[in-house]
């Protein structure tokens, strides 16, 4: 009797397992092949080869780049190299990305940068928070821009107990960010249990240096996110759920969610539209090849444009597409008055006008 009942237990559990692999296959969209949609004049940015993973634009046209992620599971085309947080000025007829220099007495050589997000205060001075990942831990960095100088001055580094797993950030005040937790265990086999299980264990952290809570649960996978031009709303990507949150943003900074918008594709980092307010979202096609990385047939890349994002019917279209021959495994897409900026997890960076 007692043999039958571990026989039927373990029939049960590896059943489970079974139909939970199989539903991630569709969440990654395993057998999907991207649709080709380009830009009517795109070429590669010079200097960029290991990546650009984020990207966030100023109201000058001056844009970081963050660059050189090494994160578990992902390709790496230069591991022993640290990251870097680029520069590019959209505001030349060729623009051209700079590496910033970083002040002494900051890691730079543990320095593994992931979402970025900058802060302009009311004397004009522009900080960037750059989500980090010294010796595979997370941390939020604080520096100052020089603009003259092209360089980045370490303030400070934030930590904390609910910090942990960070993928993006969003800053909306001198020292108050949201930031997205991508998953809720930070041990590797943890990490695929939770993935295979689709646990939903994850969530938006509201930071300030009186309180640190959580803001918003409930996700597959938390990614990208950021701010709409209003400051009423917060775009939150879940990536394996393959959609945008729109989530109402609080007096106390608590968030509520207000729609869910579904993309059929795995949404990474999101940014808006200066000029129209409307939502860019890089993404990835087919998670699969992301994650067993082939260089003969390698990830495609997705951007996706999502206009008049709190009416009942959100216009959603696709304004690039590339099966990887161009670039691999795109993650941001972010707009400054008629140019684009595509970047990738791991690969190259694209410049389009459209």
């Not at 640290?82 to 910033?100: K, S, T, Y």
């Not at 959580?214 to 996978?221: I, P, R, Y």
């Not at 579904?262 to 096609?285: K, M, R, S, Y």
Request: charge should be negative.
């Amino acid at each position: 009797m007692g043999k039958l009942v571990v026989l039927t237990l373990l029939g049960a559990g590896l059943a489970l397992i079974g139909e939970r692999l199989v539903a991630l296959r569709q969440r990654a969209n395993a057998s999907r092949e991207v649709e080709p949609v380009e830009p009517r004049d795109c070429h590669l940015i010079e200097g960029l080869e290991n990546g650009s993973e984020d990207i966030d634009i100023l109201p000058s046209g001056l844009a970081f780049i963050s660059s050189g992620l090494k994160y578990p599971g992902m390709p790496n085309f230069a591991p022993d190299e640290p990251g870097q947080i680029f520069l590019i000025d959209l505001n030349e007829p060729n623009p051209r990305v700079q590496a910033l220099n970083i002040s002494d007495g900051f890691d730079k050589a543990s320095f593994n940068p992931h979402g970025i997000s900058t802060f302009i205060d009311e004397d004009h001075t522009v900080y960037l928070y750059v989500v980090n990942h010294p010796h595979m831990k997370s941390t939020v960095e604080k520096f100052k821009f020089e603009e003259k100088q092209r360089s980045l001055v370490h303030l400070k580094t934030i930590k904390h107990e609910l910090l942990k797993s960070l993928n993006d950030i969003v800053v909306l005040g001198p020292e108050q960010f949201y930031a997205m937790r991508d998953h809720y265990f930070t041990n590797f086999f943890l990490v695929l249990l939770e993935i295979i299980m689709d646990l939903r264990w994850t969530y938006v952290v509201f930071y300030s240096p009186g309180e640190v809570k959580v803001a918003a649960k409930g996700f597959s996978s938390a990614n990208g996110i950021t701010v709409s031009l209003d400051k009423k709303y917060i775009y939150a990507a879940d990536v394996t759920a393959q959609n945008i949150h729109v989530l109402k943003k609080h007096e106390n900074w608590d968030l509520t969610q207000v729609k869910v918008i579904h993309l059929g594709t795995l949404v990474d980092n999101l940014t808006v539209d200066p000029d129209t307010g409307d939502i860019w979202a890089g993404c990835h096609p087919n998670g699969m090849k992301l994650l067993i990385y082939n260089p003969e047939d390698p990830p495609g890349s997705e951007v996706l444009r999502i206009r008049n994002v709190l009416s009942e019917k959100p216009k959603i279209s696709t304004e690039y597409g590339n099966n990887g021959s161009v670039i691999q495994g795109s993650s941001v897409a972010s707009v400054y008055h008629g140019k684009l900026l595509i970047g990738t997890v791991f690969h190259k960076a694209l410049y389009c006008l459209f």
